[in-house]
């Protein structure tokens, strides 16, 4: 029997994802292609791996199985190449990098702009993932290192997770510029709780803690947008319809608006996370290098 790494990668992603399209999508297949390398797959293992219903599919007790030791090779086998990287002098390889909205602006495009002077040889593949979706995708595998906040509560204390500090970001209350509150060097939430206000969308991280801080400063926010883009909602405040709290590093500069801090001030603080691994890999860490020194 030879296993095909290509093929248990396959696997390993289908146990994840669920759906044969999800993992299509995710190797930019055809659904078709992935169901020809699965029975493939059983066809060398001899073995029933999926159990089929309509069209879709589910793992059976062996493809359960399969996908557990599958995760285990591929992790070896990234290990060696790691290794053997690693004897040469200058870091190459591939690194997936997700992070959370205004870091992907304000911290990973700009690193990935300095490593590819520093290292050429490093392909840097970035997705963008809010704090409460990265750190799961860590912890299976399915991305190299994130840039999350340590304040959400998903990164706890993990033996298999390095937590590396990168900075700290201010949380602002975004104005339009004739707004009335803007008389005010900073601003208690409690002054805001009859104003209109826009925010993310439910279950995000900032979401979530907006309307924590308003709860806790005694009004229900009246929310008259959600939006997943931070562009979205400066134009929003700046036209005037709403005010809203982002972070400092989402407030881009080209939006017509004012900020101001929080009183009393509130603040998070941004990390890099990474697997912690039996060999470290020198592109991941020519990444995590590169987030750290501008």
């Not at 900075?167 to 509150?181: E, G, Q, W």
């Not at 993310?200 to 924590?212: C, E, H, I, K, P």
């Not at 603040?267 to 996370?273: F, G, H, V």
């Amino acid at each position: 029997m030879t296993l095909n790494p290509w093929r248990l990668r396959l696997l390993a992603e289908l146990a994840t994802y669920g759906t044969v399209r999800a993992v299509a999508q995710r190797g930019n297949l055809s659904p078709s292609a992935v169901s020809q390398q699965l029975a493939a797959l059983e066809r060398e293992t001899h073995t029933a791996l999926l159990e089929r219903t309509g069209r879709r599919v589910r793992l059976t007790a062996a493809g359960v199985l399969l996908a557990g030791r599958a995760r285990e090779i591929l992790a070896a086998m990234d290990a060696v190449e790691a290794e053997l990287r690693g004897l040469a002098d200058e870091p190459a390889g591939t690194v997936t990098v997700a992070a959370f909205q205004s870091a992907v602006h304000a911290l990973a495009e700009p690193a990935v702009a300095r490593l590819a002077v520093r290292h050429p040889d490093v392909t840097v593949v970035l997705l963008e993932l809010e704090p409460h979706e990265s750190m799961p995708a860590l912890r299976r595998g399915d991305v190299d290192l994130i840039i999350t906040t340590a304040d959400f509560a998903g990164t706890e204390l993990d033996p298999s997770i390095d937590l590396v500090p990168l900075t700290s970001d201010a949380i602002v209350l975004v104005l339009p510029p004739s707004h009335p509150l803007t008389a005010a060097e900073s601003i208690a939430l409690e002054a805001c709780a009859d104003q209109r206000w826009t925010f993310d969308v439910a279950g995000s991280y900032m979401s979530s803690l907006a309307t924590r801080l308003c709860r806790e400063a005694g009004f229900e926010p009246t929310v008259i947008c959600r939006f997943n883009n931070y562009m979205l909602a400066l134009q929003h405040a700046e036209n005037g319809r709403s005010i809203t709290m982002l972070p400092s590093l989402a407030v881009d500069p080209r939006y017509n608006v004012v900020t101001r801090p929080l009183s009393p001030p509130l603040s998070r603080r941004i990390t890099a996370a990474v697997r912690r691994p039996s060999t470290p890999r020198p592109e991941v860490t020519a990444v995590l290098t590169a987030l750290r020194t501008p």
